[in-house]
Every structure is written in C-alpha cells, then in structure tokens.
RNA sequence: GUGGGUGUAGCUCAGUUGGUUAGAGCGCAGGUUUGUGGUACCUGAGGUCGCGGGUUCAAUUCCCGUCAUCCACCCCA
C-alpha cells in the first residue's frame, strides 16, 4: 500500500510560484508595519501548556495543538488509571502570537524600551476542520504596541493596516470597532444577567448574518430571560439601517450615549471610541472604520475597544485585534496595558487568488545555460560564472541532454534567455543568445554577453 | 463536535438504467526536424473506477460501513 503524499489535513504545501507569491504580499506587509515603527519579533512554535492554555477560553483551548511528553515523563503519565490530556502533554504549538508577544514582554521587560511596538509574520496553529480559508497552520501577522493606554494605540494599529489592505488593493472592507465595556453596559442595560453574558453576545455578534429575527430566536435558545431579550429588541434596530452605505458613527455613539451613557462602563466606552475616531480621522483606516455595537470576539483577554475586518466577499473575518491590558498581568505580577491587530493574511491571499490578482509572474532565473558535452562542460561552467559574475541569476543544464530538451526546461521554467555554448562559438569567441520569449537568437561577442542579456532585460520588462 | 456534497489516468472531469476490451481534454514520454522550446501533426505510457464488507450468476455502477477531501454550522484569521 502506497504511502499518502499528501500533506496532513489543514497543513499545505507551497511550490516555488505560489511561494513566490506569499513572499512577495508578505514583504508588503512588512514594508508598511516597519513604516509605521513596528519592529520585528520571532518566538517559538512551541510553548509550554501553562503559557498557552486558559487564555483563549474553553473552545481555545480545546483548539490547542498538544505536543506528547516524551520518555520516562509519556511512560509515567500513561500508568495513571485515566491519564487526562494534561499528564499527557507538556507543550502545544502556539494559538496566536499576541500571547507569546506578553509572555515576552513579561519576560524581558527591562531590556524592551519604554513602549515597545513589535510586528510578527509566523504561522500558528489550529486543531479545528478546514474550510474555505481556514487552515490548521496559517500565518498571521500582527502588529501589537505594548505600554500605553491611550487610544491613539488603537489609531496607529489600525491605520497601519487599513495601509497595508490599501497597498494589496482591497477597497470594500470595514474596520468593526465595538468596545467589551460597551457590550458590559448593554448587558446590564439590557438586565442580562452576568452569567449570561457571553451567550448573549455570540447571538448578538450574529445580527448581520441571522437578521434580528434569528438573533432574537438564538437569545431564546441561550436560554436568555425573555424580559432581558425584550429590552434587547430596541438596541437591534439601529444598526440595520446603517449597516451598509452611509456609516454615521456620530449618530450611533449619539444612541449609545442616550441608551447607556449613564453607566459607568458605557461612558468609559464612549469615550474612548470618541477618542479613537479623533486620532484615526486623519490616517488611512479613517473610511473603513465603523463603529458597531454588536460585535462580539471570542477570545476571552480583550479588555477595551475590540476591532474586526469583514469584507462582503468573504464569510468570515479578515482579521480581528483589540486592547488587552490584563494579558501580560497573566505572566508577572506587574502587568502592562497592549492593544494590537492580527492580519489574516491567509483569507486575503485566498481573495486575491480568487480576483486573479497576481498577474506579474516573472522567472527567477535570467539565464539558462547549455551543455554540450561531458568533455566541453567545463567551457559551460566558466560562461556560467562570467555571467553570475555580472549579477545574472544563471542555471546551468545538468545533463547533455539534446538541445530540445534544453530549450523545454528552459521554457517550463520560464526562463527569459539561452545562452548556448558549442565547440562553434567558443571558436569563435561568441555565445548564441537566444531571448525566449521572442524567438529571436543572436550570436554576441563573448565579452559583450552580460551586457547585452542586461539589456535585453530591461526592454523586456518594459515591455510588460 | 454537527450537517451536506464528492471520491474513475499525474490534473480537471465524462460514463456505465449492474454485464465480458472504462473514455475525453490537459499534462507526460517518443517521433515528424541531421545543434533549438513554446504553435501543428503522428505514436505511446498510465487506472485493483478511495478502502472493507454485503446483495447478485455478475458490482466501478445498488446497499452498509470506513477513510479522505470539499462546503456549511459552531468557533475563528
């Protein structure tokens, strides 16, 4: 039986082309992170269980990938009567990078400056089902500002990557902003006991996808008090008029601010997103930002204004972020406040492939370079070099195959230009140069080669 | 974890109302060209019709199970 080639579910595999493409959106991203004053950061795949787990809240952390003990440690925990998964295992692949990000502020927080803005591009991983752009190892790249409290934070973060969205192309997003102390003060505006909070909120989080009739069917079945998803009903109504064209966040915070302005937790929401949109007018992100009092996010460490990017061409979200000041508090007894944005570049890929957006696809080898035979080979080398020499990017054919071959390989790898070399033209000083793309061959002056593939180059790079 | 679709050549997919040699396009290999690819023409290689079981004289086709994959839900990037 044939062993599966196959990567393991929800893994994939990137051949060179597709490579090339990730490579070429993540060095975008990067630029625009590093325009902002993002500094790089890179953390391990594996973290210890206990860094990992409690943090994401209970459907996180059954998404944890876990990693078995090993040895004496695996045989030990295996002759327990019911070894539970965490005898088992000691270590998980990491979840996101926003909690390594405070594992390592509280690690080496005296050798990071006063405010510390760090930006990551890794893979993380998942233990849930694949689905339309959903894997089980995806990159993301965040960008996270560790030390302050003030909104203009959230600004700079979320400008940064309306930028980067902006620079990939993408118009039709919108940036969600919603505060987790606005929803506190819906809740108990709303008399929604504390318990029941976090169910009502993944109903209301819905709206937009169920309606309001499906929220108010959902609330029921969360087993939410009906007087509660009565006084709920009015606070639906707005948003759908607004939703889509015309975003007047002015109006909505007027609305919040008469419903819930009196409490101590919405008018500290208000007044931060007041704030926030102040800062941010100015920037990138100042369009796409909307204000919506109904989203919800799942990750249980958010403490203040909470951000989500959807699209009406994707499903699920395009990324998501928000302040978490009490993370950081998790790991050293002195916390620190954070706000960030996680990027799901993987969904954006996804879109881009979709809308055909990579057009430009250019070969990475400038030249091919022929041979003869065994005996001749050496000449074939010395080409080679001269030209790498010049600061061509040069392949040399393996084999002495016949030359149709040579010319197949050259045009499956799209390579721009041969150079042949034969007992003929080193006689004659020459290489025959033939451009690929149109047919065209030329015999050029030994000395003369590099500069004139050079050239050519350029001229066809004008050309597209 | 729940629900649905799909599983036939390397890839994308036809097809068989159950019947004896299973097809196409693309790709791959060889040739038409005695140093030259991409276009044209010719030839060829490749399939236990996902795996296991059942019904039947007979199963790739029907039934059950299983695995894989995709999509949706939950949740999320």
């Not at 560790?146 to 192309?169: K, Q, Y």
Request: charged share 25%.
């Amino acid at each position: 039986m044939a062993i599966s080639t196959k990567p393991a579910s929800g893994f994939r595999d990137f051949l060179p082309r597709e490579t090339e493409r990730r490579k070429r959106v993540f060095a975008i991203i990067e630029q625009v992170y590093q325009s902002y004053g993002f500094e790089p950061l890179e953390t391990p795949a594996l973290e210890n269980l206990s860094t990992l787990l409690g943090k994401y809240g209970d459907e996180g952390d059954q998404l944890v990938f876990k990693v078995l003990q090993r040895g004496d440690k695996l045989s030990r925990a295996l002759e327990k009567d019911s070894p539970s998964a965490l005898d088992l295992s000691d270590m998980g692949l990491r979840y996101d990078l926003t909690v390594p990000l405070a594992r390592i502020v509280a690690q080496y927080k005296n050798e990071l400056p006063r405010y510390f803005k760090r930006y990551q591009i890794a893979p993380v991983w998942r233990a849930d089902r694949p689905q339309k752009g959903r894997f089980r190892e995806f990159y993301q790249c965040d960008v996270d500002v560790v030390g302050s409290t003030s909104m203009s934070v959230e600004a700079e973060v979320t400008a940064a990557l309306a930028e980067v969205l902006r620079r990939l192309e993408f118009d039709n997003f919108r940036i969600h902003v919603n505060h987790r102390k606005l929803l506190t003060a819906l809740m108990e505006h709303a008399g929604v006991t504390s318990n029941k909070h976090a169910d009502a909120l993944v109903a209301i989080d819905k709206l937009d996808k169920i309606g309001k009739a499906g929220v108010v069917a959902e609330l029921g079945q969360r087993d939410i008090a009906p007087e509660a998803i009565a006084n709920l009903l009015p606070l639906l109504e707005a948003v759908d008029q607004n939703k889509h064209e015309s975003v007047d966040n002015e109006a909505t915070l007027a609305r919040l601010d008469s419903q819930i302005g009196h409490l101590e937790s919405g008018r500290q929401a208000l007044d931060d997103l007041r704030k926030l949109l102040a800062f941010a007018a100015s920037g990138p992100a100042a369009p796409a930002l909307f204000i919506d009092p109904y989203l919800a996010r799942g990750l249980s460490y958010y403490t203040g204004p909470i951000f989500e990017i959807r699209s009406d061409d994707f499903a699920g979200s395009l990324g998501g972020g928000g302040r978490y000041d009490e993370l950081v508090g998790m790991f050293t007894k002195e916390t620190l406040p954070a706000c960030g944005f996680s990027l799901g570049v993987e969904r954006i890929l996804v879109l881009m492939e979709e809308r055909a957006m990579f057009q430009d696809e250019v070969s990475n080898v400038d030249v091919l370079v022929t041979l003869w035979n065994d005996e001749f080979t050496p000449n074939s080398f010395v080409l080679a070099n001269e030209l790498r020499a010049a600061g061509l990017r040069v392949d040399l054919y393996p084999d002495n195959d016949k030359y149709a071959r040579q010319f197949k390989y050259a045009d499956q790898r799209r390579i721009s230009f041969v150079a042949i070399l034969a007992p003929s033209e080193l006689e004659e000083g020459v290489v025959a140069v033939k451009n690929m793309l149109s047919g065209d061959q030329e015999r050029v002056a030994r000395d003369q080669v590099s500069s004139w593939i050079h050239t050519q180059l350029e001229k066809n790079r004008a050309c597209q």
